[in-house]
């Protein structure tokens, strides 16, 4: 790999480390202000909503400008969003905006790697990517727990550093942010180093109908496309999934291993760990030109999230959690590196991230709605845990169907990385 991945790698590391532990922050800050359980997915929503709104916009605007830069301007968006959560600004809006830069600094973080990385290294490379991006959600959630627990809180409320000045930081979610905001300059520090790789792209045209349009337009073709529509199904269906499933085990935690939020968030971590190692299998098994044969794997994780309504020990949750993980990085990875590669030969990095986007969050928009409003008519835990991997299920069977008509109609196997 080129040095420049690995700067990618650690300004991404951070950023998404931050994006993590500042989620469970949210929520201990809906805790405080007693709001109500359905309002928790909401924070997810509101997060994702900016992926959906901004799409047409968003992959223009990491073309026009060197990726790392573009990396630092929407990093720094994220550290506004953080800021807002200390002047009583209500964590939904905040935390918006902080999707807002999120919205915007992905379809950076995914392009530069097909700028900088021929097609043979994009699964490895996303691999690694993926990995290290679990990685930071297994330590973002780690230490957004530990940030919020009465021992790790209570020390960081007592530290002075002005011993004269009120910093009015008298909250476990105040002070957690503080070093949340750290963790971010630290992205920032990376993103300034990632090299420009020298690619520029044709101006398009700054009307917003303009890019409205031609947003529209990349949007047909890759669906149209037999090897983007399936991967880029299997894409929009894992992201819009893993979403709600972090709500779902925070609430599984809470009512069936009766655990409270700080020892829930540790439950996401395990889950992560799982999806790190079936990442890393999948780039070190599986090539590009056999990404579509993993589909089958989405069905088995289906199945076995509906085995978690059975289980009411957390000895026997943890290696659970391991195995839906493990088996969500195994198939995303390479679906992720092949919906990059279909991208990249049909249109430009940015806008193939950005329609890739804006097709996933707002399966996530759907999925976490939907799930609030099942909390909202109290639902129980496990007939919503029957439902979604109910639906996942059949999902994943339908699109393999797609997949066996695309590859008697097409042949489309044998034509991945040779455009």
């Known amino acids: 790999m080129k ?40 924070l997810k929503l509101f997060f994702v909503v900016s992926y959906v709104l901004l799409a047409p916009y968003v992959g223009p605007f990491a073309d026009s400008m060197p990726k790392g830069r573009v990396m630092f301007i929407t990093n720094t968006i994220k550290v506004a969003g953080c800021l807002l959560m200390f002047y009583n600004v209500h964590p939904l809006a905040a935390y918006a905006l902080v999707g807002l830069g999120a919205a915007a600094y992905s379809p950076a973080k ?36 530990a940030l ?20 009015g930081i008298d909250t476990a979610p105040e002070a957690a942010m503080c070093v949340i905001i750290l963790f971010y300059s630290l992205a920032a520090i990376f993103n300034l180093r990632i090299p420009d790789t020298g690619i520029r792209y044709d101006r398009r045209g700054k009307h917003p109908m303009v ?48 655990m409270p939020l700080n020892q829930g968030a540790l439950l996401q971590g395990i889950c992560a760990i799982g999806v790190a190692v079936g990442a890393v299998m999948a780039a070190r098994y599986i090539p590009l ?48 590196a092949l ?32 799930y609030a409003l099942l909390i909202h008519l109290e639902f129980h835990v496990n007939t919503v845990i029957i439902l979604f991997g109910s639906f996942v299920t059949v999902a994943m069977v339908l699109v393999y169907i797609r997949h066996r008509s695309n590859q008697t109609r097409f042949n489309v196997e044998a034509r991945i990385g040779h455009e």
């Not at 991404?12 to 809906?30: K, R, T, V």
């Not at 073709?221 to 709500?247: I, K």
């Open 110 to 145: 995914y392009g530069i790697l097909t700028e900088l990385l021929p097609a043979e290294k994009l699964v490895v490379a996303n691999g690694w990517i993926e990995g290290l991006t679990v990685s930071s959600i297994i330590l973002g959630t780690f230490v957004g727990g």
């Open 211 to 258: 890019l409205f349009r031609q947003f529209q337009k990349s949007f047909k073709v890759l669906w149209a496309d037999p090897l983007g529509q399936v991967s880029l199904a299997v894409t929009t269906l894992f992201w819009g999934a893993g979403a709600t499933l972090q709500f779902i085990v925070l609430k599984w935690a809470e009512t069936a291993l009766n």
């Open 289 to 336: 030109r056999k990404s579509l044969r993993v589909i089958l794997v989405g069905v088995a994780m289906g199945l076995v999230v509906m085995v978690m309504t059975q289980v009411t020990d957390k000895w026997v949750a943890f290696p659970l959690l391991i195995i839906i993980g493990g088996l969500s990085g195994f198939f995303v990875v390479p679906m992720n």
């Open 3 to 42: 040095p420049g991945f690995y700067t990618i790698m650690a300004a991404q590391f951070f950023s998404s480390l931050a994006d993590n532990a500042l989620l469970i922050a949210a929520i201990a800050l809906l805790l405080q202000i007693d709001a109500p359980q359905w309002m928790t997915p909401l």
């Open 148 to 167: 919020i627990s009465p021992t790790i809180s209570s020390l960081l409320l007592s530290f002075d550093l002005v011993p004269q000045l009120d910093t």
């Open 339 to 370: 919906l990059q590669h279909r991208g990249h030969v049909l249109m430009s990095a940015g806008q193939s991230i950005a329609i890739q986007n804006f097709n996933e969050n707002l399966s996530v928009l759907m999925m976490l709605g939907l």
